[in-house]
Nanobody, 123 residues
Framework: QLQLVESGGGLVQPGGSLRLSCAAS????????IRWFRQAPGKEREGISCISSNGGSTYFPDSVKGRFTISRDNAKNTVYLQLRSLKPEDTAVYYC????????????????WGQGTQVTVSS
């Protein structure tokens, strides 16, 4: 059974950077699309980016486009989300989630989820 664990979150000042990791175990990631989501308290879970099983990114919302980058290293069974030029409004719990092969926009289509990692952007 696929398990996902996020790491790399923390407290960072506005304009700073973080790299989040989504490490898989129980199965290899090579047949899974991975999408990153974030959720602030009281807010709807928001899709951030997605990478298909063959490595192609398919989606960036306007709020993060040009600042965040998704990549995968199947040899390490890990997907990364590079966060740059962070803003206070980026503060949220960040999750990675997996589904078969191709990315979708719907939260409900992702079968496997990590526990989340907190990103806080503040002076």
């Amino acid at each position: 059974q696929l398990q996902l664990v996020e790491s790399g979150g923390g407290l960072v000042q506005p304009g700073g950077s973080l790299r989040l990791s989504c490490a898989a175990s129980g199965s290899t990631l090579d047949s899974y699309a991975i999408r990153w989501f974030r959720q602030a308290p009281g807010k709807e879970r928001e899709g951030i980016s997605c990478i298909s099983s063959n490595g192609g990114s398919t989606y960036f919302p306007d709020s993060v486009k040009g600042r965040f980058t998704i990549s995968r290293d199947n040899a390490k069974n890990t997907v990364y989300l590079q966060l740059r030029s962070l803003k206070p409004e980026d503060t949220a719990v960040y999750y990675c989630a997996a589904r078969n092969y191709s990315c979708t926009t719907s939260v409900s289509t992702y079968d496997y989820w990590g526990q989340g990692t907190q990103v806080t952007v503040s002076s």
